[in-house]
């Protein structure tokens, strides 16, 4: 079973910015995408952003996240980043890594319930 680690989050201040790690013990299928997906006190999880883990590696992200946020990819480390600028208060959640194999529609990449392998999480905080 393949295991999702990420890792980089911490406790920074409105403004700044950081970048998450994840790491994968394997390659879990030839044409898979990895997410990252992020949890707030009291609501729901949450899309971010993914990567397609073939070819060109194609990338989605969250509108609310898609001037900010930027998702790439190391197939030779097997690690999926996620750098995050401006980051504000609303940003505070614990964001997961996961992954799932090539669907038919990328729009079931922006459900949480698609993917396959979850990682522990990480945990962000922006502070004001």
């Known amino acids: 079973q393949v295991q999702l680690v990420e890792s980089g989050g911490g406790l920074v201040q409105v403004g700044d910015s950081l970048t998450l790690t994840c790491t994968a013990s394997e390659r879990t299928y030839s044409r898979y995408v990895m997410g990252w997906f992020r949890q707030a006190p009291g609501k729901e999880r949450e899309f971010v952003a993914a990567v397609e883990w073939w070819n060109s590696g194609n990338t989605y992200s969250a509108g609310s996240v898609k001037d900010r946020f930027t998702v790439s990819r190391d197939m030779d480390k097997n690690t999926m980043s996620l750098r995050m600028d401006k980051l504000k208060s609303d940003d505070t959640a614990i964001y997961y890594c996961?992954?799932?194999?090539?669907?038919?529609?990328?729009?079931?990449?922006?459900?949480?319930?698609?993917?396959?392998?979850w990682g522990q999480g990480t945990q962000v905080t922006v502070s004001s």
């Open positions: 996961a992954s799932v194999r090539a669907q038919r529609t990328s729009a079931r990449y922006y459900s949480p319930g698609a993917y396959e392998h």
